[in-house]
């Protein structure tokens, strides 16, 4: 495999590039200046050379359209990032602008400590790209396509190919017009992984993949993390992201509205409980913190569920007590009932 270095093409094989108007006519730098969104919450203050990706106060429209309403995304080093958001939220423009590929209109974007408008070709040499709508060289078998991402960025760790084509069951030899979509995405997937970049820039790689190539693909990204290399992932896949990722942003009409740890995340969700009590449960009526509650009569007993803020579970046990408790579940939040709090909720509500 060749591995001498090459600056990256931006991506001219792979359809999610920008189309070439929208590089003509910025001769200027776009980007200066820090913004600052209100409903974002940074993961931690961190050092800024200890970030992967850095964006600050990121603006970005087409024509009378705004998509991105002050970015502020920071992703620290060797940690697997979730970006999550609803479709048209501005994710994929968000990646975008971090590869250089689009120009912020205002704003900052920082990707492992350089520009990435003004300093994409030193950027490129760091970081690997893969869109979701992978298209390939049709002409090419997948092994060629391979090789050609490959020498396109430049390092690619030694034996990583062979031993990736073989995990992800891709036939190499296959010309890649004959390629499912799912295979398509492997052979991007496997120049990216080979690759010895400092930063994974994976934009809804794995929609065509089947679950077992889904378990090759988060395995194989965890060894990647273990050897220092950060990962932002953007996905629709739920249960992905909770396996996989170690933070998570969530973006809404190009505003970053929720940015942490998972863990964190978790915690400033309501729990869910399920409780049968013996009595009725008429003095739950008024309890703070407790949301959606529902009462069944059963012939056994009272059939409670609701919502509890964490910190006021609490101060709902005593109060429980009192009712005889039979059964009682109290459960997390699942990343879903978190999304989709987001993903419900009205336009420009808080
Ligand atoms: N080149 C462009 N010209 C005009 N509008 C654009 C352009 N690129 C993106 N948009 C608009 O910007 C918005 C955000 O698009 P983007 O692709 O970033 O969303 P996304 O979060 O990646 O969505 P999805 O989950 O569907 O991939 C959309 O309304 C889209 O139509
Ligand atoms: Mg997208």
Not at 12 to 26: F, Q, V
Not at 57 to 62: P, Q
Request: aromatic share 4%.
């Amino acid at each position: 495999m060749p591995s001498h270095p090459r600056h990256r093409a931006p991506t001219t094989s792979i359809d999610d590039a920008a189309p070439p108007g929208e590089r003509a006519g910025h001769g200027e730098r776009g980007v200066g200046g820090v913004g600052g969104s209100e409903k974002s919450r940074t993961v931690e203050p961190a050092d800024p050379a200890e970030l992967a990706v850095d964006l600050r106060g990121v603006h970005k429209s087409f024509g009378k359209a705004h998509v991105l309403n002050g970015v502020d995304l920071q992703i620290p080093r060797g940690v697997i990032a979730g970006f999550l958001g609803p479709n048209g939220s501005g994710k994929s423009t968000t990646i975008r602008i971090l590869l250089g590929l689009l120009r912020a209109d205002s704003g900052t974007a920082t990707v492992l400590g350089r520009q990435a408008w003004g300093d994409a070709v030193e950027a490129h040499r760091h970081l690997a790209y893969v869109p979701g709508d992978v298209n390939l060289w049709p002409g090419l078998t997948g092994g060629e396509c391979i090789d050609l991402l490959c020498r396109m960025r430049g390092g690619t760790r030694q034996g990583a190919v062979a031993e990736l084509t073989e995990r992800f069951q891709l036939d190499p030899r296959k010309k890649s017009r004959a390629y499912s979509k799912g295979n398509r995405q492997k052979v991007a997937l496997i120049a990216a992984l080979a690759s010895d970049a400092q930063l994974l820039v994976l934009d809804e790689p794995t929609s065509g993949l089947d679950p077992l190539m889904e378990r090759e693909f988060q395995e194989v990204v965890r060894r990647r993390r273990a050897d220092g290399v950060s990962v932002l992932l953007s996905s629709h896949i739920l249960s992905e992201v909770e396996q996989l990722c170690d933070t998570v942003a969530i973006i809404r009409e190009g505003t970053v509205v929720e940015q942490g740890r998972l863990e964190e995340m978790r915690h400033l969700t309501r729990v869910t409980i399920d409780v049968i009590t013996a009595h009725d449960p008429a003095l739950l009526d008024n309890a703070i913190g407790l949301h959606h509650l529902q009462v069944h009569e059963m012939a056994e007993g009272f059939h409670i569920t609701g919502q509890v803020e964490p910190t006021a579970l609490q101060d709902l046990l005593p109060g429980l007590h009192t009712l005889h408790v039979r059964q009682l579940n109290v459960a997390p939040a699942s990343l879903e009932e978190l999304f989709m709090r987001h993903y419900r909720a009205e336009p420009g509500a808080p």
